[in-house]
């Protein structure tokens, strides 16, 4: 069985502050893939990143950073110099082995203020 | 290009009662899957549909039930509506091959049921 978990159920921080999001999954398969979605107050959900169990090389994207750690079974998301605008619900979710589902964790809430 | 589409966008309905939400993938993709996102909890997989049949379901009861047709777009219908069904339905587009594949989602259905 497959599992995702996001022990932060809420953070607030002030714009700029740096901010990272815990991810810790489970699964029994070798092969899986990561993501990172954002929900924003409007409901849909906006693809972020996508990570294979292979690739632990942790990747940057402009203020976004993601750290993946096998032995720790965690996959971290970080944003630097935070802005109002990334203000959402923030989930971590995975596919392994043949399923295609995707299986969420029950996601992160940021709060970011002025 | 357009995205994924789902209609309506909110529905009211009473216990009992039955309901169909629609969605219309992304233009070139192929599988349609469905998510139930309780309020306060990650999105849960429904079950997903690919070449007209039902290729993967969650753990959801009989009273739900899709379908997809030859253009791709696909159905989600709900019967013996309950109480516990009020939720964010979303549908999630994606292209079939591998078990990966990002899954582009729409804006959702959000079905209250009083």
């Known amino acids: 069985a497959q599992k995702v978990t996001q022990a932060q159920t809420e953070i607030s921080v002030v714009e700029k502050e740096d901010v990272t999001l815990d991810c810790v999954y489970e699964?029994?398969?070798?092969?899986?893939?990561l993501f990172w979605y954002k929900q924003p107050p409007s409901g849909e959900l906006v693809f972020l990143i996508r990570?294979?169990?292979?690739?632990?090389q942790n990747e940057i994207s402009g203020r976004y950073s993601w750290n993946f750690q096998k032995s720790t079974s965690s996959f971290n998301f970080t944003i630097t110099a935070s802005q109002v605008v990334d203000s959402a619900v923030y989930f971590c979710a995975l596919v392994s082995g043949t399923a295609s589902k995707l299986t969420f964790g029950t996601g992160t809430r940021l709060q970011v203020t002025l | 290009d357009a995205g994924v589409t789902q209609s309506p966008t909110h529905l009211i309905k009473t216990r009992g009662q039955q309901v169909t939400l629609r969605c219309s993938p992304k233009?070139?993709?192929?599988?349609v899957s469905w998510y139930q996102q309780a309020l306060g909890q990650g999105p849960q997989f429904i079950f997903q549909?690919?070449?007209?049949?039902?290729?993967q379901r969650g753990n959801f009861p009989d009273r739900f039930s899709g379908h997809q047709f030859p253009n791709y777009s696909s159905e989600l219908n709900v019967n013996a509506l309950l109480l516990g069904d009020s939720a964010l339905y979303l549908c999630a587009s994606s292209l079939s091959g591998t078990n990966y594949n990002e899954q582009f989602f729409g804006p959702g259905t959000r079905l209250t049921v009083l």
């Open positions: 699964t029994r398969d070798t092969t899986y893939y």
């Open positions: 990570r294979n169990s292979f690739d632990e």
């Open positions: 233009s070139g993709h192929d599988t």
């Open positions: 549909y690919y070449e007209e049949e039902e290729r």
